[in-house]
């Protein structure tokens, strides 16, 4: 590896500043990152377990601070974690190649960050905790770009209020609702309610500075991450214990593969878009997923290939567009939530013409692996960036997996 050029850049191992769910020091809210949040949750024991399927990061140290700087060499604009990579010399003089992660490229977007940001040989300053096994590796709180201002993990360098909703039709030429075009989840960005109020959590972006100043209270997380109550039958016990001793390899969330139609359409930020005719709508998911819903069928095939996206039928119940699928592929609805191949899903999508909200009702039945349904509901809105399959590769240390481009 070459010396960077210029004066001997510095890593500095600092004290802690707070525990992993203390009060942020200032109005900073970032001590306490959306991977580590992620880690503890996993850890809620509830009747099937809670894990929205995002990789924890126990492996990174909360409860110590370091603070970095040194050259940019390059940058992976990626989901689940973007990742930073810089050189920085040490005490010892030895340069070593850091590489630091940050939030997914699609949040990133979203909140109007792009790789042309990173530009290589700037100076860059990163404090943020190290990982407890790799020497090279952190997550990052805050990070400065050259002489520009120092920018906080959720950082918004752009506007959502900005997107431009009053142009959109609310009906198409058929009269049917008109629910084309490019979809998003509400921004879940960290927000710590005064104390007593609860704990650091992921709030709507709409609702931070209200939560934070004790106007709102907590709410119980995301809709859609977390799979809702269900009971399981014996199979469907074992089904997820079985999920649970997975190699990470078979992890879909850790090999950047499709987890189901249900999680996939809200999770972690992700922006979908939905093309409309009269006979086919058709549903593209960020991590690449793709569903065809036949509008002028009535009844599923009888032999249908099992897929992840499943065979979907539609019709319209009044304004509300009902979904009928199965035909699925073996797999986990959410986490360790399993679903055998005779799962049942039928999702109602309603759009409220004042708020331009599309929410999607969910019931899902499986013979096998649930006792009763599973029932839940999501949101999303007109996306504040535009559709893209990004590319994903799991790059943490203790996961390295093959990616999608």
């Not at 940001?117 to 050259?146: N, S, Y």
């Not at 704990?199 to 939560?211: C, E, F, K």
């Not at 929410?359 to 649930?370: C, M």
Request: proline share 9%; aromatic share 6%.
């Amino acid at each position: 590896m070459e010396l960077v050029e210029g004066p001997p850049q510095r890593v500095r191992q600092c004290s802690p500043r707070v525990g992993p769910f203390g009060t942020p020091r200032g109005t900073k809210m970032t001590r306490v990152t959306h991977a580590v949040l992620v880690a503890t949750l996993l850890t809620v024991p509830v009747l099937v377990q809670r894990a929205y399927a995002h990789h924890g990061a126990g492996l990174y140290d909360m409860r110590k601070n370091v603070e970095l700087e040194g050259k940019l060499t390059r940058v992976d604009f990626v989901n689940p974690h973007t990742y930073i990579y810089f050189d920085v010399v040490g005490s010892d003089g030895k340069v070593l190649a850091m590489k630091c992660e940050t939030r997914g490229a699609t949040v990133l977007r979203r909140s109007g960050w792009s790789p042309e940001m990173f530009v290589k040989g700037t100076t860059i300053k990163v404090a943020g905790h190290p990982h407890r096994e790799d020497p090279t590796a952190c997550t990052v709180d805050t990070m400065t770009l050259g002489n520009k201002p120092t920018l906080e993990r959720y950082q918004q360098l752009s506007d959502a209020k900005s997107v431009n909703r009053t142009n959109r039709p609310l009906r198409l030429a058929n009269g049917k609702p008109n629910l084309a075009g490019e979809w998003a989840q509400e921004q879940q960005v960290l927000a710590t309610p005064p104390p007593g109020r609860g704990r650091t959590g992921l709030v709507p972006i709409s609702q931070a500075d209200a939560i934070r100043a004790g106007k709102l209270p907590m709410p119980a997380g995301p809709a859609g991450w977390f799979p809702p109550p269900v009971k399981l039958t014996a199979a469907g016990q074992a089904a997820a214990e079985a999920l649970r001793k997975r190699p990470t390899s078979e992890n879909p969330r850790l090999s950047c593969q499709p987890t189901s139609i249900l999680f996939d359409w809200v999770f972690d930020g992700a922006i979908g878009r939905i093309t409309q005719s009269a006979n086919v709508i058709k549903m593209e998911y960020g991590v690449g997923l793709t569903r065809n819903v036949q509008m002028n069928m009535t009844a599923h095939p009888a032999n249908i290939k099992p897929s992840r996206a499943g065979h979907s039928i539609g019709r319209w119940d009044g304004d509300t567009l009902v979904v009928d699928t199965v035909g699925f592929l073996p797999g986990s609805l959410a986490g360790n939530l399993p679903h055998s191949s005779k799962l049942h899903v039928v999702e109602r999508f309603t759009l409220n013409p004042t708020t331009l909200e599309l929410t999607r009702d969910i019931v899902a039945e499986d013979p096998d692996y649930f006792v009763d349904k599973y029932v839940d509901h999501d949101s999303v809105l007109p996306a504040d960036a535009p559709f893209k399959v990004e590319a994903c590769k799991e790059l943490a240390p203790e996961y390295q997996q093959p990616g999608r481009k």
